[in-house]
């Protein structure tokens, strides 16, 4: 059997702890807020926003929601992040991805101040991210960190695979286990012998996006598995792992749901903790 790693259960102690944090800084009289924005009705996205407001209730977080019509021009989307930039009370400002087609994203992100850029997607974070000198760490990548922490799992020397190479996990992923001294390997799509590869890891994150893309023969006895995926079969939850299968190889491994989806809001208000920190020149 292997151990199961409770997100829900590591997130709600990362919570604790950034609630602490934001009363803190209440009595000194600082207040804390994170501006979210989406633009136009993706499902999905309406669902995280809505998350995301959710727990910024539940920490003292002030959060303002700027939901824009799928209409939005760039320019209308940019003169918001430019405001956003300049507001005193606003210490976050994270963007909902992905935007409408006619809205280039990268313009976008680089709008935002890096001071404020929660999610670590602007490219002056992504280089201090590469270096080892970071405030923010993209949420996702962060909360895979926190648990392998929180479970007492060390890296040091550890044989760690990544599936998937995109800017917002992958890569940053690797960076992470790279800077605490794992021997990092990156697979994507054109990665040759992906099974052998996946098979000598120690530990193994899986970001593919694609439903039970690992299965048990690619998984070495003991290992530890972390599964970032978030696919819907048969309107069903499900990872990029095959959990049943691989259950029971594994030494521990991150359920779907329960799993990395919990940590990735709770280390969202952990960067938005931060920044209002940094601004206020407390640390
Ligand atoms: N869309 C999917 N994941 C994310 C995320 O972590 N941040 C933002 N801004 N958009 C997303």
């Known amino acids: 059997m292997s151990k199961l790693i409770n997100g829900r259960e590591i997130s709600t ?8 944090g934001v009363i803190d800084l209440k009595a000194e009289g600082i207040s804390v807020g994170l501006a979210v924005i989406i633009v136009g ?17 539940e920490l003292g977080i002030i959060s303002e929601e700027y939901a824009l019509p799928e209409s939005t021009t760039e320019e209308e ?15 976050g400002i994270l963007c909902q991805l ?6 280039d994203e990268k313009k976008v992100i680089d709008a935002i101040s890096p001071e404020k850029d929660v999610d670590a997607f602007h490219p002056h974070n992504v280089g201090r991210i590469m270096i080892g000198d970071y405030d923010f760490v993209p949420c996702t990548p962060a909360g895979i960190m926190e648990m392998l922490e929180y479970e007492g799992i060390s ?16 890569k940053p992923m ?8 794992g021997t990092v390997t990156i697979c994507h799509s054109r990665t040759r012998d992906l099974k052998e590869i996946c098979r000598s890891a120690d530990i193994l994150v899986a970001a593919v996006g694609k439903a039970k893309f690992v299965t048990a023969d690619m ?22 792992v095959d959990f049943d299968a691989v259950e029971g190889i594994a030494s521990a ?31």
């Open 13 to 20: 102690a990362v919570k604790a702890r950034v609630a602490k």
């Open 41 to 57: 009705n993706n499902p999905a996205s309406k669902v995280y926003v809505a998350n995301k407001k959710k727990a910024c209730e």
């Open 77 to 91: 989307l940019l003169a918001l992040v430019e405001e956003l930039n300049n507001k005193k009370s606003i210490n």
């Open 98 to 103: 992905p935007l409408p087609s006619h809205i």
């Open 155 to 170: 890296v040091e020397g550890k044989k760690c695979v990544v599936i998937g190479r995109s800017n917002i996990v992958g």
């Open 174 to 181: 690797g960076m992470l286990l790279l800077h605490k001294n």
């Open 219 to 240: 998984v070495k006895l003991g290992a530890v598995v972390i599964d970032v995926g978030m696919n819907r079969v048969d309107g069903k939850l499900c990872g990029d």
């Open 253 to 283: 491994i991150t359920p779907v749901p329960g799993g990395v989806g919990p940590m990735t809001i709770a280390m969202l208000m952990q960067n938005t903790l931060t920044a209002a920190k940094k601004q206020n020149n407390l640390i």
